[in-house]
């Protein structure tokens, strides 16, 4: 392979995304899950009733990205998205039983990547704090 491809940073976040994905992929299978859909989850797991503006603020995803993303979490009858009664503009996403009893199911899903990644606690903070701060110089750097 390319020593100059090896040393850009960009290259170094790709390989590192795609590598716990790949990770994550056969432990999400078990699940039924993709990857993006294990994320929209996650976030309802959290805060159930979101609607598709925070769901997509949270994820980082626009409503073309989003909405195709619910449409089949809703046809493996994981959620179930509803007009708000307050503003019948906003569409809230609602987990269903099953939803909910996924995250018991993938409780454990962020520890075993994390094990698999091959750092200690401390390290894998330090990891999460690092690509924090490049995420958001990038961000600003982009706009």
Known sequence: MSDSLHRQVCFS????????????????????????QYLVLTVLWEKDGSSVRELGRSLE?????????LKRLEAAGLVVRKRSTADERRVD????????????????????VAEAAGLEPE????????LAKVTRALRDAAH
């Open 123 to 130: 390290e894998l903070q330090a990891l999460q704090e690092t």
């Open 61 to 69: 995803l626009d409503s073309g990205t989003l909405s195709p993303l």
């Open 13 to 36: 976040l790709y390989s590192a995304s795609r590598a716990a994905t790949a990770v994550y992929r056969p432990l999400l299978d078990q699940l039924g899950l993709t990857y993006p």
């Open 93 to 112: 996403i609602h987990l269903t039983e099953n939803g909910r009893a996924l995250q018991a199911q993938a409780l454990d899903l962020p520890q075993r």
